[in-house]
C-alpha cells in the first residue's frame, strides 16, 4: 500500500513539473490591432511581442486576405523584423488597394522566415499565438 501511495505521490510530481514547463513554453503574440482606411486601400496595425528567450532577427509570415464572400482576395509577405526579447512591438502596413471593410478574415499562411539564436525555423509558426479586436477572424 505504501508502495502504491509513494507510486501516485511521484506520477502527480511528475505530471506538475511537465505542466509548468509547458506553462513556460515561450510564445511570439500576434495582435491584429485595428483596420483603417487609409489614402492608398487599408492600414493595418499589429502588435507582435516575442516571447523566446533570444531575440528574433528575421520574422515575417505570408497572410492571406479573404473578402466578405470569402474568397481569397490577396496573399503577401509581411516583415515584423527584428524583434528584441520580451519587447512589444508595433507594426503597420498599408495595404494598397485594400477595402477594410470587405476583409473577413486574415489567415497566417505560414512563417515566410524565423531566424533567431537558438530558434528552429518553425518555432515562429508553432509558438505563435493571435489575437484579433477588430471583428475579423485572425489566425492560422
Given at each position: 500500500m505504501k508502495t502504491l501511495f509513494a507510486t501516485t505521490i511521484a506520477v502527480f510530481s511528475i505530471l506538475s513539473q511537465v505542466a509548468s514547463a509547458d506553462d513556460k513554453a515561450p510564445v511570439l503574440s500576434l495582435e491584429l490591432n485595428k483596420?483603417?482606411?487609409?489614402?492608398?486601400?487599408?492600414?493595418?496595425?499589429?502588435?507582435?511581442?516575442?516571447?523566446?528567450?533570444a531575440p528574433l532577427e528575421k520574422v515575417a509570415f505570408e497572410i492571406v486576405l479573404f473578402n466578405g464572400d470569402g474568397l481569397v482576395d490577396r496573399m503577401m509577405v509581411l516583415d515584423f523584423s527584428p524583434l528584441s526579447t520580451g519587447k512589444t512591438r508595433v507594426r503597420q502596413f498599408d495595404l494598397a488597394g485594400a477595402d477594410c471593410n470587405s476583409i473577413s478574415r486574415v489567415l497566417i499562411n505560414d512563417a515566410a522566415a524565423c531566424k533567431g539564436a537558438s530558434v528552429a525555423a518553425t518555432a515562429c509558426l508553432e509558438s505563435l499565438e493571435t489575437n484579433a479586436r477588430p471583428d475579423v477572424e485572425f489566425g492560422s
Open positions: 483596420l483603417a482606411k487609409s489614402e492608398s486601400g487599408c492600414l493595418a496595425t499589429f502588435m507582435v511581442k516575442n516571447g523566446f528567450e
